[in-house]
């Protein structure tokens, strides 16, 4: 595997409303691994967040929350930061 490079990657959490149980933050990460550019996920049910490290000169913030409710998902708000 190639290394990535790290220089456009960013940080996003995104708050997610629709998660029942831990099945439901296993279809998240799962929709969002899927992607190329996304590099790392970790969805928390008990917080209902979604926290996706991504490099943003492949995929948006706006498509991320696109796969979401494209799972099934609401999200309703994200915060951004610089990895």
């Given at each position: 595997m190639a290394?990535?490079?790290?220089?456009?990657?960013?940080?996003?959490?995104i708050r997610v409303e629709g998660m029942h149980?831990?099945?439901?933050?296993v279809a998240i990460q799962k929709a969002l691994q899927?992607?190329?550019?996304v590099h790392?996920?970790?969805?928390d049910f008990p917080s209902h967040q979604a926290s996706v490290?991504?490099?943003r000169a492949a995929i948006t913030v706006a498509q991320?929350?696109?796969?979401i409710t494209d799972a099934g998902y609401k999200p309703t708000g994200f915060t951004q930061g610089k990895q």
């Open positions: 290394p990535q490079n790290v220089n456009h990657d960013q940080l996003v959490v149980c831990h099945k439901c933050e899927r992607q190329a550019g790392e996920v970790e969805v490290l991504f490099d991320l929350m696109s796969i």
